[in-house]
Protein backbone atom coordinates (compact mmCIF):
# COMPACT_ATOMS: atom_id res chain seq x y z
CA UNK A 1 0.00 0.00 0.00
CA UNK A 2 1.12 3.36 -0.77
CA UNK A 3 -0.08 6.71 1.57
CA UNK A 4 0.02 9.75 1.01
CA UNK A 5 -0.56 13.57 3.21
CA UNK A 6 -4.22 14.61 3.59
CA UNK A 7 -3.70 18.09 3.38
CA UNK A 8 -3.40 20.37 6.53
CA UNK A 9 -4.56 17.14 8.43
CA UNK A 10 -0.99 15.83 8.05
CA UNK A 11 -2.55 12.34 8.58
CA UNK A 12 -0.26 9.46 6.47
CA UNK A 13 -3.84 7.88 4.59
CA UNK A 14 -4.03 5.06 2.14
CA UNK A 15 -3.70 5.75 -1.40
CA UNK A 16 -7.07 3.45 -1.34
CA UNK A 17 -9.63 3.76 0.65
CA UNK A 18 -12.75 1.88 1.49
CA UNK A 19 -16.01 2.84 1.20
CA UNK A 20 -18.63 1.25 3.61
CA UNK A 21 -21.81 1.67 0.85
CA UNK A 22 -21.58 -1.19 -1.58
CA UNK A 23 -21.01 -4.23 1.07
CA UNK A 24 -22.37 -7.43 0.56
CA UNK A 25 -25.92 -7.51 0.81
CA UNK A 26 -28.77 -10.37 1.75
CA UNK A 27 -31.08 -11.55 -0.92
CA UNK A 28 -30.36 -8.31 -3.12
CA UNK A 29 -31.51 -6.44 -0.02
CA UNK A 30 -29.38 -3.10 -0.07
CA UNK A 31 -30.72 -2.60 3.69
CA UNK A 32 -29.18 -5.79 5.00
CA UNK A 33 -25.65 -6.23 5.16
CA UNK A 34 -24.19 -10.03 4.88
CA UNK A 35 -22.24 -9.07 7.70
CA UNK A 36 -19.95 -12.08 7.97
CA UNK A 37 -18.84 -11.33 4.33
CA UNK A 38 -18.17 -7.99 4.75
CA UNK A 39 -16.10 -8.26 7.92
CA UNK A 40 -14.23 -10.74 6.23
CA UNK A 41 -13.97 -8.49 3.27
CA UNK A 42 -13.63 -5.02 4.69
CA UNK A 43 -10.70 -6.37 7.42
CA UNK A 44 -8.80 -7.86 4.26
CA UNK A 45 -8.28 -4.77 2.88
CA UNK A 46 -6.77 -3.54 6.30
CA UNK A 47 -4.78 -6.41 6.49
CA UNK A 48 -3.36 -5.47 3.82
CA UNK A 49 -2.74 -2.04 4.29
CA UNK A 50 -6.24 -0.02 4.09
CA UNK A 51 -6.20 2.45 7.00
CA UNK A 52 -9.53 4.79 6.07
CA UNK A 53 -12.86 3.23 6.31
CA UNK A 54 -16.02 6.00 4.82
CA UNK A 55 -19.56 5.49 6.51
CA UNK A 56 -22.11 7.32 6.54
CA UNK A 57 -25.34 7.74 8.44
CA UNK A 58 -27.77 7.00 5.46
CA UNK A 59 -25.80 4.21 3.81
CA UNK A 60 -27.47 0.81 3.48
CA UNK A 61 -30.35 2.06 5.22
CA UNK A 62 -28.84 3.40 8.49
CA UNK A 63 -27.14 -0.05 8.86
CA UNK A 64 -23.16 1.20 7.80
CA UNK A 65 -22.03 2.36 11.17
CA UNK A 66 -22.83 -0.07 12.92
CA UNK A 67 -21.58 -2.64 10.99
CA UNK A 68 -18.37 -0.27 10.89
CA UNK A 69 -18.83 -0.87 14.48
CA UNK A 70 -18.36 -4.38 14.00
CA UNK A 71 -15.62 -4.31 11.81
CA UNK A 72 -13.26 -2.35 13.80
CA UNK A 73 -13.31 -4.89 17.15
CA UNK A 74 -10.85 -7.44 17.73
CA UNK A 75 -8.02 -4.99 17.40
CA UNK A 76 -8.63 -3.33 14.23
CA UNK A 77 -9.91 -0.06 15.89
CA UNK A 78 -6.24 1.11 16.51
CA UNK A 79 -5.58 0.30 12.41
CA UNK A 80 -7.85 2.66 10.71
CA UNK A 81 -9.17 5.91 10.53
CA UNK A 82 -13.23 6.19 11.03
CA UNK A 83 -15.04 8.76 8.90
CA UNK A 84 -18.49 9.42 8.61
CA UNK A 85 -20.73 12.49 8.04
CA UNK A 86 -23.40 14.78 9.16
CA UNK A 87 -26.59 13.92 7.21
CA UNK A 88 -27.45 17.90 6.63
CA UNK A 89 -31.34 16.91 5.43
CA UNK A 90 -31.77 15.54 9.39
CA UNK A 91 -30.17 19.05 10.91
CA UNK A 92 -33.75 20.93 11.33
CA UNK A 93 -32.43 22.77 14.50
CA UNK A 94 -29.13 23.21 16.63
CA UNK A 95 -29.60 20.56 19.24
CA UNK A 96 -30.25 17.97 15.77
CA UNK A 97 -26.15 17.87 15.46
CA UNK A 98 -25.02 16.87 18.80
CA UNK A 99 -28.49 14.75 18.87
CA UNK A 100 -27.32 13.10 15.32
CA UNK A 101 -23.69 13.13 16.09
CA UNK A 102 -23.88 11.20 19.83
CA UNK A 103 -26.44 8.56 18.03
CA UNK A 104 -23.38 7.97 15.85
CA UNK A 105 -20.95 7.82 17.93
CA UNK A 106 -22.97 4.97 19.78
CA UNK A 107 -23.68 3.00 16.19
CA UNK A 108 -20.11 3.11 15.90
CA UNK A 109 -19.03 1.73 19.35
CA UNK A 110 -16.57 4.95 19.86
CA UNK A 111 -15.79 7.71 21.65
CA UNK A 112 -14.20 9.51 19.19
CA UNK A 113 -14.62 10.05 14.62
CA UNK A 114 -11.59 10.41 13.04
CA UNK A 115 -12.98 12.27 10.23
CA UNK A 116 -16.47 14.39 10.18
CA UNK A 117 -17.96 15.19 7.24
CA UNK A 118 -20.73 17.50 6.23
CA UNK A 119 -22.49 14.88 3.95
CA UNK A 120 -23.28 16.45 0.06
CA UNK A 121 -23.05 19.99 1.09
CA UNK A 122 -24.24 22.35 -1.48
CA UNK A 123 -25.56 25.64 -1.93
CA UNK A 124 -29.12 24.98 -0.21
CA UNK A 125 -27.76 22.67 2.89
CA UNK A 126 -25.04 25.21 3.35
CA UNK A 127 -27.20 28.22 3.54
CA UNK A 128 -30.31 26.26 5.14
CA UNK A 129 -28.76 23.99 7.31
CA UNK A 130 -25.32 24.96 8.01
CA UNK A 131 -25.48 28.86 8.78
CA UNK A 132 -28.95 28.65 9.89
CA UNK A 133 -28.47 26.12 12.28
CA UNK A 134 -25.07 26.90 13.58
CA UNK A 135 -23.81 23.90 12.57
CA UNK A 136 -20.08 24.64 12.64
CA UNK A 137 -19.72 26.29 15.59
CA UNK A 138 -21.67 23.15 17.39
CA UNK A 139 -18.74 20.76 15.59
CA UNK A 140 -15.64 23.30 16.85
CA UNK A 141 -17.00 22.34 20.45
CA UNK A 142 -17.02 18.79 19.86
CA UNK A 143 -13.23 19.09 17.97
CA UNK A 144 -12.52 20.78 20.88
CA UNK A 145 -14.12 17.91 23.65
CA UNK A 146 -11.85 15.55 21.34
CA UNK A 147 -14.83 13.66 20.23
CA UNK A 148 -14.03 14.62 16.41
CA UNK A 149 -10.12 14.99 15.02
CA UNK A 150 -10.54 16.34 11.25
CA UNK A 151 -13.48 18.31 10.22
CA UNK A 152 -14.36 18.52 6.63
CA UNK A 153 -17.18 18.23 3.82
CA UNK A 154 -18.47 15.95 0.85
CA UNK A 155 -19.58 17.82 -1.74
CA UNK A 156 -22.10 17.90 -4.90
CA UNK A 157 -23.03 21.17 -6.54
CA UNK A 158 -21.55 23.41 -9.08
CA UNK A 159 -17.78 24.44 -8.68
CA UNK A 160 -18.81 28.28 -7.76
CA UNK A 161 -20.49 27.00 -4.69
CA UNK A 162 -17.74 24.75 -3.77
CA UNK A 163 -15.38 27.87 -3.63
CA UNK A 164 -17.56 29.57 -1.73
CA UNK A 165 -17.83 27.10 1.12
CA UNK A 166 -13.94 26.44 0.93
CA UNK A 167 -13.26 30.39 1.32
CA UNK A 168 -16.74 30.53 3.74
CA UNK A 169 -15.03 28.94 6.76
CA UNK A 170 -11.03 27.97 7.06
CA UNK A 171 -11.95 25.10 9.72
CA UNK A 172 -11.75 22.38 6.78
CA UNK A 173 -8.62 20.71 6.60
CA UNK A 174 -10.45 18.14 4.12
CA UNK A 175 -12.92 17.43 1.45
CA UNK A 176 -14.20 14.99 -0.43
CA UNK A 177 -15.37 15.31 -4.25
CA UNK A 178 -16.69 13.27 -6.86
CA UNK A 179 -14.20 13.15 -9.60
CA UNK A 180 -13.01 10.56 -12.23
CA UNK A 181 -12.23 10.60 -16.08
CA UNK A 182 -15.66 11.78 -16.83
CA UNK A 183 -16.20 14.31 -14.45
CA UNK A 184 -13.23 16.41 -15.09
CA UNK A 185 -15.53 19.89 -15.74
CA UNK A 186 -18.38 18.56 -13.51
CA UNK A 187 -19.00 19.81 -9.80
CA UNK A 188 -15.99 20.59 -8.84
CA UNK A 189 -14.00 18.93 -11.67
CA UNK A 190 -10.05 19.40 -11.86
CA UNK A 191 -10.22 23.31 -11.22
CA UNK A 192 -12.25 22.55 -7.54
CA UNK A 193 -9.38 20.08 -7.17
CA UNK A 194 -6.66 22.52 -7.93
CA UNK A 195 -8.22 25.30 -5.73
CA UNK A 196 -8.92 22.88 -2.96
CA UNK A 197 -4.93 21.78 -3.05
CA UNK A 198 -4.27 25.62 -3.01
CA UNK A 199 -6.01 26.20 0.22
CA UNK A 200 -4.29 23.46 2.13
CA UNK A 201 -7.35 21.13 2.41
CA UNK A 202 -6.88 17.57 1.62
CA UNK A 203 -8.77 15.92 -1.13
CA UNK A 204 -10.53 12.72 -0.90
CA UNK A 205 -11.66 11.59 -4.27
CA UNK A 206 -15.75 9.52 -4.35
CA UNK A 207 -17.00 8.11 -7.81
CA UNK A 208 -13.85 7.26 -9.01
CA UNK A 209 -15.78 4.39 -11.09
CA UNK A 210 -19.04 6.57 -11.64
CA UNK A 211 -20.99 4.17 -9.64
CA UNK A 212 -19.06 1.39 -11.34
CA UNK A 213 -20.49 2.84 -14.86
CA UNK A 214 -16.34 3.00 -15.58
CA UNK A 215 -16.13 -0.73 -14.34
CA UNK A 216 -17.30 -2.23 -17.00
CA UNK A 217 -18.09 0.73 -19.75
CA UNK A 218 -20.03 -0.04 -23.46
CA UNK A 219 -17.90 -1.83 -25.92
CA UNK A 220 -17.32 1.78 -27.83
CA UNK A 221 -15.89 3.09 -24.85
CA UNK A 222 -13.58 0.64 -23.61
CA UNK A 223 -12.42 0.15 -27.37
CA UNK A 224 -10.77 3.58 -26.79
CA UNK A 225 -8.88 2.31 -23.72
CA UNK A 226 -5.33 0.32 -24.25
CA UNK A 227 -5.46 -3.28 -23.64
CA UNK A 228 -2.45 -3.25 -21.25
CA UNK A 229 -4.79 -2.34 -18.05
CA UNK A 230 -8.51 -3.29 -17.24
CA UNK A 231 -10.88 -0.37 -17.51
CA UNK A 232 -11.29 -0.05 -13.77
CA UNK A 233 -7.25 0.35 -13.77
CA UNK A 234 -7.12 2.99 -16.34
CA UNK A 235 -9.92 4.97 -14.15
CA UNK A 236 -8.49 4.31 -10.73
CA UNK A 237 -5.03 5.73 -12.47
CA UNK A 238 -6.47 8.72 -13.88
CA UNK A 239 -7.40 9.89 -10.26
CA UNK A 240 -4.06 8.87 -8.47
CA UNK A 241 -1.97 10.48 -11.32
CA UNK A 242 -2.83 14.08 -9.75
CA UNK A 243 -0.65 15.43 -7.25
CA UNK A 244 -3.71 17.14 -4.96
CA UNK A 245 -5.33 13.49 -4.40
CA UNK A 246 -4.34 12.23 -0.96
CA UNK A 247 -6.72 9.03 -1.86
CA UNK A 248 -10.11 7.60 -3.69
CA UNK A 249 -12.59 5.52 -1.84
CA UNK A 250 -13.86 2.50 -3.17
CA UNK A 251 -16.84 1.17 -2.49
CA UNK A 252 -15.93 -3.08 -2.55
CA UNK A 253 -18.13 -5.68 -2.85
CA UNK A 254 -16.19 -8.70 -3.55
CA UNK A 255 -12.77 -9.95 -2.72
CA UNK A 256 -12.01 -9.88 -6.52
CA UNK A 257 -12.35 -5.94 -5.83
CA UNK A 258 -10.50 -5.88 -2.83
CA UNK A 259 -7.37 -7.69 -4.27
CA UNK A 260 -7.58 -6.03 -7.43
CA UNK A 261 -7.92 -2.38 -6.17
CA UNK A 262 -5.26 -3.52 -3.59
CA UNK A 263 -2.71 -4.26 -6.60
CA UNK A 264 -3.88 -1.36 -8.50
CA UNK A 265 -3.20 0.96 -5.26
CA UNK A 266 0.33 -0.84 -4.45
CA UNK A 267 1.32 1.15 -7.87
CA UNK A 268 -0.07 4.21 -7.81
CA UNK A 269 1.42 6.89 -8.22
CA UNK A 270 1.53 10.71 -9.13
CA UNK A 271 2.27 11.64 -12.89
CA UNK A 272 2.18 7.84 -13.85
CA UNK A 273 0.30 8.39 -16.90
CA UNK A 274 1.52 10.14 -20.10
CA UNK A 275 0.33 12.40 -22.15
CA UNK A 276 -1.07 9.86 -24.45
CA UNK A 277 -2.77 7.91 -21.64
CA UNK A 278 -4.39 11.12 -20.70
CA UNK A 279 -5.37 11.82 -24.42
CA UNK A 280 -7.01 8.34 -24.18
CA UNK A 281 -9.06 8.89 -21.56
CA UNK A 282 -10.23 12.21 -22.76
CA UNK A 283 -11.26 10.23 -25.94
CA UNK A 284 -12.69 7.81 -24.07
CA UNK A 285 -14.84 10.33 -22.32
CA UNK A 286 -15.97 11.93 -25.18
CA UNK A 287 -17.31 8.60 -26.58
CA UNK A 288 -19.39 8.24 -23.35
CA UNK A 289 -20.68 11.02 -23.11
CA UNK A 290 -22.02 10.44 -26.64
CA UNK A 291 -23.93 7.86 -25.10
CA UNK A 292 -24.79 8.68 -21.19
CA UNK A 293 -28.31 10.15 -21.66
CA UNK A 294 -28.78 10.44 -18.02
CA UNK A 295 -25.54 10.93 -15.61
CA UNK A 296 -27.55 8.66 -12.85
CA UNK A 297 -25.02 7.24 -10.83
CA UNK A 298 -27.34 4.56 -9.31
CA UNK A 299 -26.92 6.04 -5.87
CA UNK A 300 -30.57 5.40 -5.03
CA UNK A 301 -30.67 8.82 -2.90
CA UNK A 302 -33.57 9.51 -4.72
CA UNK A 303 -35.51 6.58 -3.28
CA UNK A 304 -37.69 5.74 -2.10
CA UNK A 305 -40.50 7.37 -4.13
CA UNK A 306 -43.68 7.74 -2.51
CA UNK A 307 -45.74 7.04 -5.99
CA UNK A 308 -43.30 4.01 -6.21
CA UNK A 309 -41.01 5.06 -9.65
CA UNK A 310 -37.86 3.03 -9.18
CA UNK A 311 -35.77 6.32 -10.37
CA UNK A 312 -32.56 4.61 -11.00
CA UNK A 313 -34.04 1.60 -12.91
CA UNK A 314 -35.64 3.71 -15.44
CA UNK A 315 -32.40 6.06 -16.21
CA UNK A 316 -30.97 2.43 -16.46
CA UNK A 317 -32.90 1.38 -19.23
CA UNK A 318 -33.12 4.70 -20.13
CA UNK A 319 -29.61 5.10 -20.96
CA UNK A 320 -29.52 1.92 -22.90
CA UNK A 321 -31.41 3.17 -25.95
CA UNK A 322 -27.90 4.19 -26.82
CA UNK A 323 -26.65 0.77 -26.76
CA UNK A 324 -29.30 -1.39 -28.18
CA UNK A 325 -32.84 0.96 -29.31
CA UNK A 326 -35.85 1.14 -28.05
CA UNK A 327 -36.22 -2.75 -28.34
CA UNK A 328 -34.24 -3.42 -26.43
CA UNK A 329 -34.99 -1.33 -23.57
CA UNK A 330 -38.35 -2.47 -23.50
CA UNK A 331 -36.97 -5.56 -23.13
CA UNK A 332 -35.24 -4.97 -19.96
CA UNK A 333 -38.02 -3.92 -18.44
CA UNK A 334 -41.04 -4.57 -19.86
CA UNK A 335 -43.15 -2.11 -17.35
CA UNK A 336 -40.43 0.64 -17.82
CA UNK A 337 -43.44 3.26 -19.53
CA UNK A 338 -46.02 2.38 -17.02
CA UNK A 339 -43.31 3.35 -13.95
CA UNK A 340 -42.39 6.57 -15.42
CA UNK A 341 -45.82 7.62 -15.89
CA UNK A 342 -46.58 7.20 -11.92
CA UNK A 343 -44.58 10.57 -11.01
CA UNK A 344 -46.99 13.13 -9.45
CA UNK A 345 -43.81 15.77 -9.84
CA UNK A 346 -43.99 16.17 -5.82
CA UNK A 347 -40.23 17.44 -6.23
CA UNK A 348 -38.89 14.82 -3.12
CA UNK A 349 -36.07 13.12 -5.22
CA UNK A 350 -34.80 16.47 -7.13
CA UNK A 351 -33.87 17.72 -3.87
CA UNK A 352 -31.78 14.61 -2.71
CA UNK A 353 -29.79 13.69 -6.17
CA UNK A 354 -26.50 14.46 -5.43
CA UNK A 355 -26.20 14.69 -9.35
CA UNK A 356 -28.91 17.78 -9.63
CA UNK A 357 -30.57 15.78 -12.35
CA UNK A 358 -34.18 17.23 -13.59
CA UNK A 359 -35.63 13.79 -12.71
CA UNK A 360 -39.32 15.21 -12.90
CA UNK A 361 -38.34 16.62 -16.73
CA UNK A 362 -36.08 12.97 -17.49
CA UNK A 363 -39.47 10.57 -16.50
CA UNK A 364 -41.67 12.91 -18.86
CA UNK A 365 -39.15 11.97 -21.84
CA UNK A 366 -39.05 8.42 -20.67
CA UNK A 367 -42.98 8.30 -20.77
CA UNK A 368 -43.10 10.12 -23.83
CA UNK A 369 -40.34 8.27 -25.89
CA UNK A 370 -42.21 5.04 -24.56
S1 LIG B 1 -41.09 13.84 -8.32
FE1 LIG B 1 -41.97 11.96 -9.16
S2 LIG B 1 -40.28 10.50 -9.22
FE2 LIG B 1 -39.67 12.16 -7.84
S3 LIG B 1 -40.24 11.45 -5.78
FE3 LIG B 1 -41.96 12.69 -6.56
S4 LIG B 1 -43.34 11.22 -7.55
FE4 LIG B 1 -41.37 10.17 -7.26
S1 LIG C 1 -31.43 9.95 -9.98
FE1 LIG C 1 -29.87 10.99 -8.77
S2 LIG C 1 -30.27 10.34 -6.64
FE2 LIG C 1 -31.38 8.94 -7.98
S3 LIG C 1 -30.00 7.21 -8.27
FE3 LIG C 1 -29.65 8.62 -9.99
S4 LIG C 1 -27.96 9.94 -9.32
FE4 LIG C 1 -28.75 8.92 -7.47
Redo the contacts with the bound molecule.
Keep these: MRYRTLGKTGVEVSALGFGCMRLPVIDGDGDRIDEAKAVELVRRGIDNGINYLDTAFFYHGGNSEAFVGKVIKDGYREKVYIATKLPLGNVNCEEDVEKIFNEQLSRLGVDCIDFYLLHAANNDSWENRVLKFNVLPKLEKLKEQGKIKHLGFSFHDDLDVFKKIIDSYDGFEFCQIQFNYIDVDYQAGIEGLEYAASKGLGVIVMEPLL ?1 GKLASPHEKVAAKLGSEKTPVEWALDFVWNRPEVAMLLSGMGTTQMVDDNLSYADKAEVGMLSKENLEMLSDAKRVFDEMNL ?10 PCPAGVL ?2 KV ?1 SAFNKITEGGRRLVKEIFPDIETNASLCQKCGK ?1 EK ?4 H ?1 G ?1 IETLRKVRNQF
Design positions: GVPCTGCEYCMIPFCACPQII
